[in-house]
């Protein structure tokens, strides 16, 4: 999912702009947290190209200081590296917070959108906006296209299913790190920020579920 995409996305796309089948409290709603997570993504990938930059250099100047007296150089590098995976365990709680919370929110929407409900209170969408247990992503998850999708069918259908399956799979890991041995926590307030995996598969999945379906779903509503 690119970063300049995201912050084009959120200024200009029908998702944002025109998409009357959602509340307004909806559109609101969605436009912050796909904001936040767009911020998220692009802060995760500086830390991450930050923290390598800091071990290099640390490796760097324990090669050359090996056997010497005075070890200030490492030592600084020592302390600027146990600040950086501070830093890079802090942004990725964050995200996960926000990008899970995005998945269980955009599914929610589908789901909505192709029953015709009513749309959700106030109090509905700042339930579905806060970070979910692992249980409540993997329910999400456990949608299937010709639920979420309706009028689309064959290839679209399946790939939806093929990815959707891939991130379940991802998510039902993480249930298997957890001493609970349950679904039913929050994974920023159960397991470290490493146990999380790869987060790229999940923004690209809340970037599938925001900027091609429910903007396909409005755009297809306004016709």
Known sequence: MSV????????THPAFTELDLLTAAEVEALRDLYCACADLHHELRSANA??????????????YGEGRSFTRHADAL?????????????????????ISAC??????????LAKGAPGFSPDEVEHLTAEPT?????????????TLLPG???????????EREKMLIAAESLAGASPK????????????????????????WADQLVSQEIAARAASGRR
């Not at 998945?103 to 909505?112: M, S």
């Not at 689309?152 to 093929?162: E, K, M």
């Open 78 to 98: 020592l302390e600027l590296e146990q600040a950086t995976v501070g830093y890079l365990n802090a942004v990725e709680d964050l995200a996960w917070q926000h």
């Open 181 to 204: 041995g349950s679904r039913d926590f929050r994974v920023t307030e159960e397991l470290q920020a490493a146990s999380y995996g790869d987060m790229e598969p999940w923004f690209a």
């Open 152 to 162: 689309s069918s064959g290839g679209p259908v399946r790939w939806f299913d093929q």
């Open 134 to 146: 692992l249980a409540d992503l993997c329910a999400a998850l456990s949608m299937p296209g010709a």
């Open 103 to 112: 998945v269980v929110f955009a599914t929610a929407l589908l789901e909505r």
């Open 50 to 63: 930050q923290g390598h930059r800091v071990d290099q250099l640390l490796g760097n100047a324990l090669r």
């Open 4 to 11: 300049i995409y995201l912050g084009e996305l959120v200024e």
